[in-house]
T-cell receptor, first 115, second 113 residues
Framework: QQQVKQSPQSLIVQKGGIPIINCAYE??????FPWYQQFPGKGPALLIA?????SEKKEGRFTISFNKSAKQFSLHIMDSQPGDSATYFC??????????????FGKGTHLIIQP | NAGVTQTPKFRVLKTGQSMTLLCAQD?????MYWYRQDPGMGLRLIHY???????AKGEVPDGYNVSRLKKQNFLLGLESAAPSQTSVYFC????????????FGPGTRLTVT
């Protein structure tokens, strides 16, 4: 049973466009939602994270939008650049456990930003 | 400060062979994790540890064992490797004090023939 569903699987956007990656979760105990960025041959790196007490969080060109009632969250990349080309993973966990249960990941989105 | 390191980076095993993957972190983190990454599957949690001397099963623990004898090290063992264990293995760590930001190592690519 996949607890975090991520879409699309792959995405191609022109430079300067705004790629949007969506995730939906089922487990109502989840209350910590990070996004990870992974370049080929590297480990995932935390990009931005949100908790459900806010509906939006921005860090630089990256924004998470969160809809608690729909159990959905999404990543937006403003003014996308070729250097943003990577695989992006959404994830979720119960925050109160402090990480004791690990993260449940989506299957990933392979993003290509064309020059 | 090296963060999270993993050895080896690559390994090829024959079916039935055993091996141990080593993860080390120098951030004094309490929690450590082993994930496997397969194409189109995302990352799946194999085992984790919330402190020295403790381990617990994750989503896909079968065929693997782990040990956390020292706080900074987390070992993943395959006693009898199978082709289904061909994957990229990532170790991660987190502070564990109510913050779940996980730091990942560079990964180990394992092929079982």
């Amino acid at each position: 049973q996949q607890q975090v569903k991520q879409s699309p699987q792959s995405l191609i956007v022109q430079k300067g466009g705004i790629p949007i990656i969506n995730c939906a979760y089922e487990n109502t105990a989840f209350d910590y939602f990070p996004w990870y960025q992974q370049f080929p041959g590297k480990g995932p790196a935390l990009l931005i994270a949100i908790r459900p007490d806010v509906s939006e969080k921005k860090e630089g060109r990256f924004t998470i939008s969160f809809n608690k009632s729909a159990k959905q969250f999404s990543l937006h990349i403003m003014d996308s650049q070729p250097g943003d080309s990577a695989t992006y993973f959404c994830a979720a966990s119960p925050y109160s456990g402090g990480g004791a249960d690990g993260l449940t990941f989506g299957k990933g989105t392979h993003l290509i930003i064309q020059p | 400060n090296a963060g999270v390191t993993q050895t080896p980076k690559f390994r090829v095993l024959k079916t039935g062979q055993s091996m141990t993957l080593l993860c080390a972190q120098d951030m004094n983190h309490e929690y450590m994790y082993w994930y496997r990454q397969d194409p189109g599957m995302g990352l799946r949690l194999i085992h984790y540890s919330v402190g020295e001397g403790t381990t617990a099963k994750g989503e896909v623990p079968d065929g693997y064992n782990v040990s956390r004898l020292k706080k900074q090290n987390f070992l993943l063992g395959l006693e009898s490797a199978a082709p289904s264990q061909t994957s990229v293995y990532f170790c991660a760590s987190s502070a564990g004090t109510g913050v779940n930001e996980q730091y990942f190592g560079p990964g180990t690519r394992l092929t079982v023939t």
